[in-house]
């Protein structure tokens, strides 16, 4: 049974390999493992962020490279932080990423009645114990890292009590916080997660799946390992922090009547340079308004890198290229992750025309009433996308970036008396600069060349500048959005707060920007090349009558530069 598949467009690539992936290879060759079982277990408490695809790749793609299954588990046992939205998102960002877990989508909510059982299990077994202690007595007993635990007083009650209060607990009794069931192993051991860590607590709250089933629910070490085994999990993968509770994982795991036998690997956490990818605090900048929802374009979460436009090959192949390195923590360069996207967006992304800062520009020796559809190549990477008409007439707009009055001498674009190309059209010389009362620039007045129609001049001069432009009887009114990062410094909160990092112009919105017609019927989810201003895709915000653009990148590349600068000795 292997229903849980990759979308056809991700080759396989048996070439890929790590640590685990060397652990499963060898659990097969040496028979411990027919069948390989992974699963993803997000908890639904927040989107899915940059950080999870590596945990996505990595299971999805064992399973595949494999022959096996990976299912998508929702860790829900904590019903206070948890929400359907959450489900819902989770789903369709995995989905996105280009995975699918097919008929195996569970929930440890699922197995409420089966760990209940396991719980009274333990008890029997006198390895539970219900104890009266407060959470801040629990954590004072607890102990430190050097300093052994102690034994609560109530460690020692006899397996008839513990079942008569756990199933009192579970009834209602007791209000939340008033009683926890621990598992009795060893309050001196040196792993803290060893000692008697808290296997059920009181919670009077609303499940999103159970309702009002259950007033106690499963911590995520009780939950998490039995899960694993009720599904035939053969290895579950998880990140590091979780390296110290393998001990309580296994030990749950063999003291239990569970039908397998699932082992815990970990690897290290993916971080990014310029981002925070805690849930807690991607919460609060929602909450708080700082940003516009978990989809604005500005957050670390797959929502809002879809809505940006980047294409979900450039996580996979970043995920690819940086594998899934050791155990160090060291944040990978978000230029890297840049750089991959651009890479499929080049290849990719039709090229259109359009201009974010309008200037007029009149063409004197242009009949007043033509209309030439200029020919336009669609992307120069790919000639299968052949070409496109582009309307051209007497009155333009070009980018008012790309005029100066009093040009310095490195910039070579168009200035009085100079001449450029218009990409595609025809040469122009600027004859005349019409200003208003203000002495604004809003006109721009030129000749053209009637001989030089597709861009090209036959005596063979070419100007140092080639400018997109449109036409503005043609042209359609557009909001286009820019992005810059969502914190100024690479390693936001470095000086104890993150609030004070966020940059205060990660976003420009700029209303008055035109773009060629064509791009009036860009569906949501297409990403196209504005020539010379970077990747833009329409925004869901776009209705009929307001095209709306979020620019997803910028042209420039910096990752080459950061390489560059590595290099140097
Ligand atoms: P948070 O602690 O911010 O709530 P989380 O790690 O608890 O995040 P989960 O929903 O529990 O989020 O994560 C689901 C799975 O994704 C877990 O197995 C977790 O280890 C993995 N994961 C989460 N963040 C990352 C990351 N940055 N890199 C790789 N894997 C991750
Ligand atoms: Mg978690």
Redesign the pocket.
Known sequence: MSSSRVSADIPATPERSDFIREIVAADVREGRVSDVVTR????P??YL?I??P??IALNFGIAQEFGGRCHLRF?DTNPIKEEQEYIDSIQEDIRWLGFEWGEHLYFASDYFHQLYDWALYLIKAGKAYVDDLSADEIREYRGTLTEPGKNSPWRDRSIEENLDLFERMRAGEFPDGARVLRAKIDMASPNINMRDPVLYRILHATHPRTGDEWCIYPLYDFAHGQSDAIEGVTHSL??LEFEDHRPLYDWLIENLPVPSRPRQYEFS???FTYTV????FLRRLVSEGHVRGWDDPRMPTLAALRRRGFPPEGLRNFLDIVGLGGKGTSAAEIEMLEHEVRDVLNRRAPRRFAVLRPLKLVIDNYPEAQVEEMEAVNNPEDPSAGTRKVPFARELWIERDDFMENPPSKFFRLAPGREVRLRYAYLVTCTDVVKDASDEIVELRCTYDPETHGGDAPDGRRPKATLHWLSSEHAVPAEVRLYDRLFTRPDPGADGDLFADLNPDSETVREECLVEPELAGLPIGETVQFERLGYFCPDPDSTPGRLVFNRTLGLRDTWARLQAQSRRP
């Open positions: 993803f277990p997000p908890e408490n927040g962020h950080g999870h590596k945990s860790d998880c990140t956490r993916l971080n990818l805690s849930k807690r």
